[in-house]
């Protein structure tokens, strides 16, 4: 696939005391510029769904409601997704690898693209060579190996090379948040 064509795609799915639920989906380039941005009305589950989902309302809303919905909402089709709520690692949808991303304070690997597996379905990914490399966490049953894996290693090394590639969930977690507040 060329770098052209790559469109990440970062999900959040955000919870507010006062507000509700909601989410978003921002949809960038392999340079990290946003191509579309798509977010959830607040969700405020009613006491008897409190009642009747008990513990599971939150993972039911994170992903059967607002996950599946903002990705059926998308104009685009997307390379991959990256969250931050493993979660949402529970989303099924076979068409779209979804991957946990976070930073970490690791020391640095070798060289841009050089990863360390830390379970079969878990790696450190070096995508810079001054940086330090991030942790991709994938679905249980996901090996961190062959064309999925490696597309998805070559998509953010590349994209390392312009940007910090886990920046752009913060990016969204900030826009929800001017949402939550209504401060746009």
Known sequence: MSVENVKLAYGIAYSSSSKGYLGAIL???????????????????????????GEGLEK????????????KALSQDISVLFVEDEDILAYKNS??????LSSTKASPLSAAGDYQKIKKNEVLLQ??????????????????????F???????????KFMDVDEPLSRVQKTLELICN???
Do not use: N
């Open 27 to 53: 949809i960038t380039d392999y340079k990290g510029f946003p191509l579309e941005f798509r977010y959830t009305d607040p969700i405020v589950p009613t006491k008897i769904q409190q009642v009747l989902y």
């Open 182 to 184: 209504q401060e746009i």
């Open 60 to 71: 039911y809303l994170k992903i059967d409601v607002i996950t599946d919905s903002l990705i």
């Open 150 to 160: 490696d597309s998805i290693v070559e998509m953010l090394v590349d994209a390392g």
């Open 127 to 148: 995508t810079s060579h001054a940086k330090c490399p991030i942790r991709l966490l994938f679905k249980d049953d996901f090996v961190c190996e062959g064309t999925i």
């Open 95 to 100: 068409k779209i690898p979804i991957v946990r």
